[in-house]
């Protein structure tokens, strides 16, 4: 049977432009999803499309510009991002968990010995507490970070060297691998020529 070709009046024409009402919505996902291992790295070293001899934030061409002056006063100027991410900085975690736990307990056990009457001593001991041990837990971590950049310097050298060494060895196989090959030719070549010059009648 032949089916229905009629159009209906309630579907729009084909010419009729798409409007964003007509489509479904996409809703904002509830989680943060991790980004991928190319996005991180965008995010640490930048976009890879920007020009290369351009200073990430710059604006002057290393190659040939003047760079920006920097004085002391840079040191103090405060960006709105900084709040945010000072916490980020290397080490500082670890720095500020171990000075709360010690100030903490330095000013808890203050507290205990000394009694109601000792509840301003107390406090003074915990922020120093706090403050003494993260600067202390600031600097170890600093050094260890330090000695593992030294470390992973002297890997990658050692590792360069060992590359470089491989090479020479491969080089000095092919060369052999060369002269056995052209010595093995030449034993032929001589062994050709004594066969033809035996059997040779003129």
Known sequence: MAEDTRKSNNAPPNDAPVTDESLPQRRKPKHDFPTTQAGKMWEAFGNPAEPVNEMPGGTYNSAGGKPKEVTWKSAFEWKSGDAKRWYKAPCARDALLV??????????????????????RAANFSVAGFVILSLGQYGWCESRRKEEAKGMAAAVIGMKMLQEKRQREKEAEEAKAVAAAAEAERLKEEHRQKQKSSWSFW
């Open 99 to 120: 000075g709360l736990g010690g100030g903490a307990t330095v000013g808890g056990v203050t507290a205990i010995i000394g009694g109601l009457k000792s509840m301003g």
